[in-house]
C-alpha cells in the first residue's frame, strides 16, 4: 500500500499519523522499562522480591501485547506490499502479541500466588481476563476466515465488517485495562506511602497519558484513506 497516496476524510495525510503513533508508542514502551526497572527493582520471573516478578506484567501486557498489537494494525499501512502479505503480518503479529500477553497474565498470577493475595478482585483483572480471551477468539476466528483453508469470498465480506468492528473494539478493551492497571498500581503505591507528587508518581501519570494519545493515534491511522 503506497502511504503518499493515502489520506483521511479529514484531509489529514496518513503517514505523520503514524509516525507520531510509533513515537508515542516506542517513548511509552520506554518509559513502562525506566519505571520498573529504575523504581521497582527489575524484572524476573524467580526472586526474593516478588516486585520483580509483578514487574514482567506491565512490561509483557504493554510492550508485548498492546504495543504489537497496535503494530498489526498498522502493518497494513507501514508496509508497501501485497494484500496477503500484510495480512500474514497482521496475523503474525497479533498471535505473537496474543502469546506474550499470557505470559504476563501467568507472570501476574505468579506473583499474587507467591505473594498470598487472592486473584481476580478488581475490574482491572476482569476485563484483563476478557480482553485477552476475546483477542484469542478473534485471532482463532480469523484464522479460519481470512487464511487456512479461509472461508468462501462472500462470506469472508460478510465476516470482514465484524472483524474490523471487533478489533478496534478490543484494542480499546485493552487501552482502557492498561490505564485501569496503571491507575490501580498507583494507588496501592500511593497507600503504601509514596508521594503522590513524587516523581515517580507524575511518570507513571504521563506514560497512562502518552499511552492514551498513542492509542488515538493508531485508531486514527484505521480511517485513513
Not at 84 to 107: D, F, R
Not at 198 to 224: D, Y
Request: with cysteine; hydrophobic share 55%.
Amino acid at each position: 500500500m503506497d502511504l503518499k497516496k493515502n489520506s483521511s476524510g479529514f484531509g489529514i495525510p496518513s503517514r505523520p499519523i503514524i509516525f507520531l503513533a510509533q513515537l508515542f508508542g516506542v517513548t511509552a514502551c520506554i518509559l513502562i522499562l525506566f519505571w520498573c526497572i529504575h523504581y521497582n527493582g527489575g524484572l524476573a520471573f524467580h526472586d526474593q522480591n516478588k516486585t520483580k516478578i509483578f514487574n514482567v506484567h506491565p512490561v509483557f501486557m504493554f510492550v508485548g501485547f498492546i504495543f504489537l498489537s497496535s503494530q498489526a494494525i498498522l502493518a497494513y499501512k507501514m508496509i508497501p506490499a501485497k494484500k496477503e502479505v500484510q495480512k500474514t503480518v497482521h496475523l503474525v503479529l497479533q498471535g505473537s502479541a496474543i502469546v506474550l500477553g499470557a505470559i504476563g497474565i501467568y507472570a501476574v498470577f505468579k506473583f499474587h500466588n507467591e505473594s498470598k493475595i487472592k486473584n481476580l478482585y478488581s475490574l482491572h483483572s476482569w476485563l484483563g481476563i476478557a480482553t485477552i480471551s476475546l483477542f484469542g477468539l478473534q485471532w482463532i476466528a480469523a484464522l479460519l476466515a481470512f487464511a487456512f483453508p479461509g472461508a468462501s469470498k462472500q462470506r469472508r465480506e460478510a465476516i470482514y465488517p465484524w472483524h474490523v468492528f471487533l478489533g478496534v473494539f478490543l484494542y480499546a478493551m485493552a487501552i482502557g485495562t492498561a490505564e485501569l492497571g496503571i491507575l490501580e498500581r498507583l494507588t496501592f503505591q500511593q497507600f503504601s506511602g509514596m508521594d503522590r507528587f513524587s516523581k515517580e508518581a507524575m511518570l507513571v501519570n504521563s506514560t497512562g497519558l502518552i499511552i492514551l494519545i498513542f492509542s488515538m493515534l493508531v485508531v486514527l491511522s484505521t480511517v485513513l484513506r
